[in-house]
Structures are given as structure tokens and as C-alpha cells.
């Protein structure tokens, strides 16, 4: 039976990817990235020469068959996201849905990805949360922030730099200046910052100090 390895990449330090994660990408037959340069930098690092096929966003409904086809004719194939684990945020759910339905197995290795560590961090209540992704650019977007308002576990999602004051300006107006939140950038790379208080306070401080990395907001659930 072919199997599909679904293994998650460094999100910054490469010192975090597993004794596992390295063993399968070099056993494998070939490589299936979401953006090839950028696999073929971290397979380097390792020295590791695998034939890569690209698989993204952009082309995910057109190759998902004929490239799930790919897979039955191997023995092992692994599919990697430019950082963190793939169907996260990233291209792969369509694939791993698909592999299923024809009979390959899918096997996902534990590792690295961002919104883990940015929750534990917070110091706010993780028993229970609700992850949101990135949220919607327009359309919906304060719908959205309007259920985290009367979400009562806490919510993370993911924010780029140029959205996140904007991000910011929505929770004080919709959840309330008081809200707690966490805002986690950069995690796991030289600049890694968290930053904690009241929405307020946060957003106080990125008025301050332009965004820069990926963020990663954690918001203390309705009181």
C-alpha cells in the first residue's frame, strides 16, 4: 500500500524538526512543496536530494487527482508546506481527503507549528480554545470577530503585519478595550516577541512598534 507522509517543517529554527521528519523525507520516493525554492533551501541544509512537484494554493483543484494517482504508483511520498505542518493554514487538505478516498495510507508526524506554542504561551485558559485561522480580508471579517466577542473559550488565530493594527482596532471596538490577549510574532526565529495585556495596551504598543513577521493573536474568552 503507497503512503502519504504528512510532515511539518521548521517554522524558524531548523534545529526543530525531528530525527523522524529528516529519515522519511529521505526515504521517500518524492516530495510533494507548496513552494519548491523554498523546500529545496531546507533539503539542502540537510543534504537531501528528492525530486519535488509543486503543489499550492493556486493549483490544488487541478492536480489533486492526477497527482493522488502519482502517489498510488509509489511506495512513500511526503508532503511538506513551506513552514509548519501542511493543511494548517497551508495546502494539503484536499490532498490528504482525497488520498483516503483511494485507499492510501495517510500517516501525519508530530512537529512544529505555530499557534501551539503561541497559546501555551499567553498564560491564558488552553484546555479548551477554538482555532480560527486567518480570518476573512473583507468580506465577513467583522462577523467573525463579533462570535469571538461571545466566544467564551479563548480564540487564536493568524494576522500579517499590515492587518494586524487594523486586527487590533477591531477587538477593542467589538470584544472590549478590557479583553486580554496575547499577540506572538516570529515564533521560533531570532526575533521571536510576545506581547500580553488588554487589547488595548496591545494595540497601544504596535502604534509604537511597526509590525513586522507573522503574528499569531491569542484572545481570552468572554468573561
Known amino acids: 500500500m503507497s503512503t502519504l507522509y504528512v510532515v511539518p517543517t521548521p517554522i524558524g529554527n531548523l534545529e526543530d524538526i525531528t530525527f523522524r521528519a529528516l529519515r522519511i523525507l529521505k526515504e521517500c520516493d518524492f516530495i510533494i512543496a507548496e513552494d519548491t525554492r523554498e523546500t529545496r533551501k531546507l533539503l539542502q541544509h540537510f543534504s537531501i536530494d528528492k525530486p519535488l512537484v509543486s503543489y499550492h494554493l493556486n493549483n490544488e483543484h487541478q492536480v489533486v487527482k492526477s497527482l493522488t494517482e502519482r502517489i498510488q504508483g509509489a511506495e512513500s511520498v511526503a508532503l511538506v508546506s513551506d513552514a509548519g505542518t501542511p493543511a494548517i493554514s497551508d ?89 486580554q490577549i496575547s499577540v506572538s510574532r516570529e515564533i521560533s526565529k531570532k526575533f521571536e516577541e510576545t506581547v500580553r495585556g488588554t487589547a488595548q495596551e496591545v494595540l497601544e504598543h504596535f502604534q509604537k512598534n511597526e509590525p513586522r513577521g507573522e503574528f499569531v493573536m491569542v484572545i481570552a474568552g468572554k468573561d
Open 91 to 179: 495546502p494539503g487538505f484536499l490532498l490528504v481527503r482525497e488520498c483516503i478516498a483511494n485507499g492510501v495510507e495517510v500517516l501525519t508526524l508530530p512537529g512544529p507549528t505555530a499557534f501551539v506554542p503561541a497559546l501555551v504561551q499567553s498564560g491564558l485558559p488552553c484546555e479548551k480554545f477554538v482555532y480560527e485561522g486567518f480570518l476573512p480580508h473583507k468580506k465577513g471579517r467583522e462577523t467573525r470577530f463579533k462570535a469571538i466577542a461571545n466566544e467564551e473559550r479563548t480564540t487564536v488565530l493568524y494576522e500579517s503585519p499590515h492587518r494586524l493594527i487594523k486586527a487590533l482596532e477591531q477587538i477593542v471596538a467589538i470584544c472590549g478595550s478590557e479583553r
